[in-house]
């Protein structure tokens, strides 16, 4: 594996999956995305890896625990001649303005998704992900970071119900709008639409104040989520890769917010 001047790769580092991409003219390329939880992960990482010129800089996005990080770094072993740089969220940067009283506290994934969407957006909007969590957060048409929440996502939502009831059986990602034929049908359908519902009241709180900001998902269920708010006639925009467009514009600024 030979180094490039320009070659600089690009990690998200969530909870429940790892993507790895290059840099190229200012976008995310050969975007690979690998659950933490498949058995082949390692292999996986170092055959992709195989196949990229060696990198002058990698930029590390992550809200993964921390032995996962360390796993991708040993994992990448580039060098020390190398520039790897974990982010964290900063003040400002690239129009967003974070208000979190201790910034680095935002989590860096939810800055990106910013960043990437009020990029692309006229003027305010409202970003959603759908992870392990999901995260909602309103960026005004200045950029400033308007409100955020997060929360349980319905995987999440049915494994803590699992876990506190008799409850069993059903697929945790199944998408269910009428829970009326069994109980764990109903349980599928009540967590996707406490999801859902939660996005548009968020959506109808945020538009109030600041006009009819567009809603972009992102994330590994964003998808499904969607075709949820479609049957009612709310319209989302899916933003594939959302955390890896906002790394890539990051990249190319230089203020305190990188750790080496």
Known sequence: MSMQEDETWL???????????????????????LDWAQ??????????LAGWPRPRRVL?????????????RDLLAVGATVEFEFLRSPRAACGVRNRY???????IDRFLSMVAVHARAAGASIVVGCGTALTLDAVA???????GLIALSPARMLEALRGATSIADGNPDAFRVDGGDDTAAALQAGCWSAAGATVEWFAARQRAAMGDAPVWLHGGWAASLAAWLARDGFHAGIFEHAVLHGLARYSAVEFPGRVR
């Open 39 to 48: 058995p082949d992960f390692d292999a996986r990482v170092r055959e992709v």
């Open 60 to 72: 590390v996005a992550s809200v993964a625990p921390a032995g996962r990080t360390r796993q991708v």
């Open 141 to 147: 048409a200045d950029g400033v970071h308007a409100a």
């Open 101 to 107: 009283a201790k910034p680095e506290r935002l989590g």
């Open 11 to 33: 990690c998200d580092l969530g909870n429940s999956r790892a993507k790895l991409a290059r840099l190229r003219q200012g976008m995310p390329v050969d975007v690979v995305a």
